[in-house]
């Protein structure tokens, strides 16, 4: 039977809206993301079958009690009912509760889902798969996608994390308090991750229908409804927010990279802009410091300035010497010795970039920034071999075009 | 669930007999199986001999081979182990950060395969 567009589109809409608090609401009471998962597509083919005589009223109440009654006939076909017997009794339970009118509001699991999805015993690049499929409602293809990775490896990375929470007993629990703030971190984490790859457009210049740098700001704005109140939640959103803000300025009309030295700020989104940094005041306000509020910080003050020359470069300085509390990384000392450069110490700028070169010898911003502080520092030759390495290290043909016509501006 | 703890250090960076810091590392394990105890988590626990006494055998064609030595030949080797009955990994995690071991090498924690 072919169902009607409006319905297949409501559908879609339902499982993209409310995969994560349906998915969350049937791990609560199954223990079991495998299960979860195939009782919830069970429901979704059965409304295919259904909805065309009539959308229910509350449609993922509809879903999710139809996901029960899918995911109790698993479990009796699999012949799993002796040892899961507390689990179908539960579940009947749930569809008595459900089958009474008006149905009551589905408590909102979506805090443990998160927490389990970004546990630290998983790979971190599992962590952002999970993330992104249950919270986020992508498929596996947009995922595999986004990650320039063949479906099926990304099915196999998915097959894999979801297994390992079963045997090793990763548990669907919000933290302890002794774990807590470790563990937010990790989710944190796991949300910048998926900013991050979509702010570097690693998907080599093709067009993919989902933006990772939104899909991460909605995860984090759904984050800073279940914990309210968290300064390093929104230190986070304020720094996507700030970030995202500058997205219509870093590419130029032939889709190359604008250097933020460079951007038309005119060209930035000020709505965006300011949300962030009303963020930002509210959980500096909170007097609970933390990595994430610093780089908020960090890119709030190039937010806030009209250009380079009026960006308190200074103070970008004393920012990053608080990061490296947090996070003592090559890369947050590279990022301070080009704030250093810019205050005006380009001497001990280049001495603290020769420092660190072991360490971030294939990393290619590292090499970008060298040969930018040579040429400024009048050495042609070393600045063009610097260039060399960052674009024979670069991922994206934007990154590259930009590269190059930085090479090509040299000694003139 | 069940899980094992297994104990991996490098014999070189493991604080050496009659040291203040093996003494130290000697108070750790008391603390941690007081905890383990009281708990109620702990299984067994043991520390194991040198991998200089290890023997390894294998059968091949109905013939028992015994070799000198361990498994496999590392700088961070199997030192101990402890099994704990607790709820899920979190707990797991959680014991296994008590063992003083963990400071000088690395603690690898499995859930035990429970059969039946």
Known sequence: ?412 | MQYIALIYGDPDLTPKHGTPEAEEMMKGYFMANEVYKRDGVFIAGEPLQGVETATSLRIRSGKTETMDGPFAETKERLGGFYIFDCDDLDAALRYAALIPGAKYGTVEVRPILQLG
């Open chain 1, 1 to 412: 039977m072919e169902a009607a567009p409006g319905i297949t589109a409501a559908i879609d809409s339902v499982a993209r809206e409310d995969r994560g608090r349906l998915l969350a609401a049937l791990m609560a009471a199954l223990q079991d993301f495998q299960l979860a998962e195939d009782a919830l597509q069970d429901a979704l083919e059965a409304a295919l079958v259904h909805w065309p005589r009539g959308i229910p009223t509350d449609p993922r109440a509809w879903l999710l009690r139809v996901a029960r009654r899918k995911a109790i006939d698993r479990i009796r076909k699999a012949g799993r009912w002796r040892d899961r017997a507390e689990d179908l009794a539960a579940l009947a339970a749930a569809d008595q509760v459900a089958a009474s009118e008006p149905p009551p509001e589905i408590p909102d699991e979506r805090l443990r889902l998160i927490f389990t999805c970004c546990h630290p015993a998983l790979e971190p690049k599992s962590r952002v798969a999970l993330t992104l499929r249950m919270l986020g409602g992508l498929t596996t293809g947009e995922i595999a996608a986004a990650f320039l990775d063949r479906e099926e490896t990304m099915g196999q990375r998915l097959s894999r994390a979801k297994r390992k929470i079963a045997k090793a007993g990763i548990p669907f629990v919000v933290p302890a308090p002794e774990d807590w703030s470790q563990r937010l971190n990790s989710v944190l984490t796991v949300i910048y991750l998926i900013f991050n790859e979509g702010y570097r457009a690693s998907s080599g210049g093709k067009l993919v229908r989902v933006d990772l740098c939104d899909e991460a700001i909605w995860l984090a704005r759904m984050l800073d409804g279940l914990v309210p109140d968290d300064a390093e939640v929104e230190g986070l959103l304020s720094l996507m927010l700030t970030t995202h803000a500058r997205r219509s300025a870093r590419l130029d009309d032939a889709g190359a990279m604008v250097a933020l030295d460079d951007q038309d700020r005119g060209l930035w989104d000020r709505g965006m802009l300011a949300e962030g940094l009303e963020l930002l005041d509210r959980a500096l306000a909170r007097r609970a410091p933390g990595p994430f509020q610093i780089k908020a910080a960090i890119s709030a003050l190039h937010g806030q300035a009209d250009s380079p020359e009026t960006t308190d470069w200074r103070q970008l300085v004393l920012l990053y010497d608080a990061l490296l509390a947090h996070e003592a990384t090559a890369v947050v000392r590279l990022n301070r010795a080009v704030a250093l450069a810019e205050a005006g110490g380009l001497a001990a700028c280049l001495r603290a970039l020769d420092a660190i070169r072991v360490e971030l010898e294939d990393y290619q911003p590292y090499h970008a920034a060298r040969a930018d502080l040579l040429a400024r520092s009048g050495q042609w030759a070393a600045a063009q071999d610097a260039y060399r390495m960052a674009i024979a290290l670069s991922r994206s043909g934007q990154e590259r075009r930009f590269l190059q016509r930085r090479m090509n501006g040299l000694s003139k």
